[in-house]
């Protein structure tokens, strides 16, 4: 059965706010998206009466995944400051993330959003892969890597965290939508030994993912929480690019064992690859290395090799910040081809020289995890 906004609507008038006026009347709602029966919106309300609209934003969830043919709801309580207003203390969203009032500094002796951070049962070990602008192929090295550290007995999850522009799906192939189990929890996908979640498997390939930060939020520990991830050595998690949202809700979420930053060899790269690298130290995150991808091509008829982006420029940097360099991937017609195709290259050619190269950075990295994965 097809849900419909109006539908959605006529379910939320019976919700009432703390005012008591409905639902859809109390002018706080964004706009609502039904997708093959996943429903997405926010409720927007100032930030002084955020504690007192958490219920309604319970009771308007309770009410969505009720209408038929829904199988999941994602909505986020989004506060904000009025001009003039003091910060509130920050208040708690859907799935149990944290939303910033302001941007100001939290009073002095409020409690660190940090001290937030709950384990997610069963997984020991999750590991952000991230870069500081996108195009760098950090997706595709998220993906190869977490196949890597299959190859070397770990088990292992991806999550495709790039609320934005997914590319888990076309990577690796999946079109089918995730299954509910008993607890209303979403079944990770299972796919050349991995279990993968993405955003990317509730909506369709071109829908315009135009959402505020909460929302976002919001979306992200649903993505970590109301999945059954089972029992993971590794959670490999592919972050969008930069030093937002997604990069801070993770990191108060859940207690990161580190970072790995993808960057490519020539500067300009490499000035974004430090900031995210700075983001992750600064929220007391591990670093476990930087990759350089691109970093040479190799003509597969003749054998030349050639610097397009220049070379080098990620191990040095590595060395001037005091970081693992992790190894060079080099810019290949195998890997795009495979990743483009749906077979990532780890797993379509796993003698070759390529997955070589990804299954030695997925040592590196296991050697790293080695003491947490034994104690979980």
Known sequence: MSVTQQQVLEQLAGVTSPRGVALTNANVLSPITVSDGKVFFSINVDAAEARAWESVRAQAESAVRAIPGVTAAMIALTAERKPGTASPPPHRHAGGGVAPASTH???????????????????????????????VGKSTTALNLALGLRDLGLRVGLLDADIYGPSVPRLTGIREKPALNDDKKMIPITRFGLSIMSIGFLVEEDTAMIWRGPMVMSALTQMLRDVAWGTLDVLVVDMPPGTGDAQLT????????????????????????????????????????????????????????????GHGGARHEAERLGVPFLGEIPLHMAIRTTSDSGNPVVDSEPDGPHAAIYRAIGAKVRDQLRGVIAAA
Do not use: W
């Open 105 to 135: 500094r939290p009073p002095q002796g409020a409690p660190s959003p940090m001290s937030r951070q709950a384990e997610i049962p069963g997984i020991a070990a999750i590991i952000a892969v991230a870069s500081g602008k996108g195009g």
């Open 250 to 309: 993770l990191a108060q979420n859940v207690p990161l064992k580190g970072a790995i930053i993808i960057s490519t060899p020539q500067d300009l790269s490499l000035i974004d690859a430090r900031r995210g690298l700075a983001m992750f130290r600064k929220v007391n995150v591990p670093v476990l290395g930087i990759v350089e991808n691109m970093s040479y091509f190799q003509c597969p008829h003749c054998g030349t090799r050639s610097d397009i982006f």
